[in-house]
């Protein structure tokens, strides 16, 4: 009789001691990830299954199995069915989208000919003081075009700086590099 009224005791005890120490543990997960592809950076375990984020920190990885077990009620699950997650990969590759001070150029479309391109151009130098920044969206027929280059754009605006997308003029070029040189960013 003594040993069953022991294990009857040390029952309720021992689930109160595990309730005790279980809520010392930091809040469920505000998202999980299961059933995916999630790159990892480590070598030894490039890809995990699933992964766990709390305050936007991830904070646990592994197998879906073992992910699903630190959810809360609250957390909400993302199920991946095998597709591919680079996590950070925002952190990593940002398009910055603010405008320029200067003339931006005003074309037709958005895939304009290199022709309506040089015109613009021309006609925002007229327009402009030197040394404003023209600058301009363009697109591939523009961009593959042989004629569209520097030394056109040089030609055309040899007193401006001119961006069309990730081309730059000598001018353009030129205070870019003093404004590295001398620890300004400003253009």
């Known amino acids: 009789m003594p040993r069953i009224k022991t294990r009857i ?59 699903r077990m630190f959810a809360g009620p609250q957390t909400k699950r993302i ?20 405008e320029p001070a200067g003339y931006h150029l005003l074309l037709k479309s958005m895939d304009p000919a290199w022709t309506e391109v040089a015109e613009e151009v021309t006609a925002a130098v007229a327009k402009t003081p030197k040394g404003t920044l023209i600058h301009g969206e363009i697109g591939p027929a523009a961009f593959e075009d042989s004629q569209a280059n520097r030394a056109s754009l040089d030609r055309i605006a040899p007193d401006h700086p001119v961006m069309l997308d990730t081309w730059r003029n000598t001018e353009a070029c030129s205070i870019a590099q003093r404004s590295l040189n001398s620890g300004s960013r400003k253009t």
């Open 9 to 67: 005791l040390l029952g309720p005890l021992a689930l109160t001691l595990l309730a005790a120490l279980s809520s010392g543990q930091q809040s469920p997960p505000d998202v999980i990830l299961l059933n995916g592809k999630i790159f990892t950076s480590d070598s030894a375990h490039p890809f995990v299954e699933a992964l766990a984020i709390r305050d936007e920190r991830i904070v646990a990885i592994g197998t879906a199995e073992k992910v």
């Open 79 to 98: 199920e991946l069915g095998g597709r591919v997650v680079i996590p950070g990969i925002n952190d990593a590759h940002y398009h910055c989208g603010f």
